[in-house]
Each structure stands twice: as C-alpha cells, then as structure tokens.
C-alpha cells in the first residue's frame, strides 16, 4: 500500500519570504501522480500543483514549484513571496496511474502553513 | 467561487434525524466522489460514482446512503447517525477517475 508522509506538522514564514513543505511517499509502482492542495479556512480543498513521475521537470505554477526526487521518493513544495493568502493547511496526495480503485488519492496528514505579516 | 456546489454549508442534526446532503457541478464530469474530513485531518474517502454507478464504497456504514440521479448531482443520505459521524463532507468531482480532483466548499455536519 502507499503512503504519503509530511513531517512537519506546522509551518510558518514572513510575508514575501519562501517557504518549503516537505513531502515523501513509498510506492512500488513506477506510473504515478503527486499532488499538493491546499485547505484554507474556507474549507474547498484546491489544487496547487501536480506532477507526473514520468516526468523529470519540475512542476512550477507561478509562486509555487516543486522538488520531484523520484528516486528519494520525496515531493517537496516551495512557495515563493508568501502572501497572507497562502496561510492554510496543505496536503501532499498520491495517485496511482494503473487503474481500477488504485486512482483513489493517498493523502499526507497535512502541514498547517502560517504567514506572518 | 467552487464549480462544486455543495448544500446545506452547515447541518446540525439529532441522531433519530434523517437528512440528506447535497453535491451539484455542472463541468460535464463523470466520476463524482464524498469524503469525510475530520478536524486537522486529511479526507477519507468514502464512495466513488463513475458514469453514475457506484464504483467505490470504502466499507461505510449503511447510515450513509449515497445516490447519484444523474451526472450532475450526487446526494448523501444520513439516517440514524451517531457523534462520531460529526465532520466535514466534502464532495469532488472529476472529468474520469484519472484526472484532477475539483472539490466543493464541504458540507458541516454535527449529530448531536
């Protein structure tokens, strides 16, 4: 079975810094996906940025990039010029790419992000 | 604003109640989902519906009930709930089982 595992439970960075979320899975499967969301207070659950193991780029959605090690099994976030709207609790999630009830999402136990003005 | 609409936002029921709640999007998706999110807790998957037929059920309870009448709706009936079923459901949705999630702002659920 996969997991997902984040380390730190909560986080905090000053506003305009750059802050990383750590992330690592265990997986012996080789097609996969790799997700961060974020849960802000409002509560809908958003998608921040994914990635495909196949590929070896790094993901990047303006402020926000990830650190893919597919051999070190680790999926880090940087956020980049945090904004006060960053503050919430993010999730990394994995998703097998092999079908059938494995596309169900494996979700970390969250990091709650704060952003200090 | 969520392309998932998900009602009431808010639910305080008694454990004799019976309610339902209630999920709409109208992207064309095909595979429609509910988890339980406990408080600091990442979701739970709970039913997966893909082209409207229960695909998932992550062995719930029977006093959860789900129903999909057709694409763009997905219900959750709640008879006989206890406490312990007091959380955040939220709904997803997504084009098919292998793309990206779209969820709802979640529904409040207390069972007094």
């Known amino acids: 079975a996969q997991t997902v595992t984040q380390s730190q439970p909560e986080m905090s960075v000053q506003e305009a810094e750059t802050v990383t979320l750590s992330c690592t899975y265990d997986?012996?499967?080789?097609?996969?996906?790799l997700f961060w969301y974020k849960q802000p207070p409002s509560r809908q659950m958003i998608l921040v940025i994914r990635?495909?193991?196949?590929?070896?780029q790094n993901a990047t959605e303006n402020r926000f990039s990830v650190n893919f090690q597919k051999a070190a099994k680790s999926f880090s976030l940087k956020i980049s010029d945090s904004q006060l709207g960053d503050a919430a609790m993010y999730f990394c999630?994995?998703?097998?790419?092999?079908?059938?009830?494995?596309?169900?999402?494996?979700f970390g136990k969250g990091t709650l992000l704060t952003v200090n003005p | 604003d969520t392309e998932v609409t998900q009602t009431p936002k808010h639910l305080v029921m008694g454990m004799t109640n019976k309610k339902s709640l209630k999920c709409e999007q109208h992207?064309?998706?095909?595979?429609m989902y509910w988890y339980k999110q406990k408080a600091k807790k990442p979701p739970e998957l709970m039913f997966v519906y893909s082209y409207e037929k229960l695909s998932i059920n992550e062995s719930v309870p029977s006093r959860f009930s789900p129903e999909c009448p057709n694409s763009s709706l997905l219900n959750l009936h709640l008879h006989a709930l206890q406490p312990e079923d007091s959380a955040l459901y939220l709904c997803a949705s997504n084009v098919r089982e292998n793309s990206p999630l779209h969820f709802g702002n979640g529904t409040r659920l207390t069972v007094t």
């Open positions: 992207m064309g998706h095909r595979a």
């Open positions: 990635q495909e193991a196949y590929k070896q």
């Open positions: 997986t012996s499967e080789s097609d996969y996906y």
């Open positions: 999630a994995y998703r097998s790419d092999s079908g059938g009830s494995n596309y169900k999402l494996t």
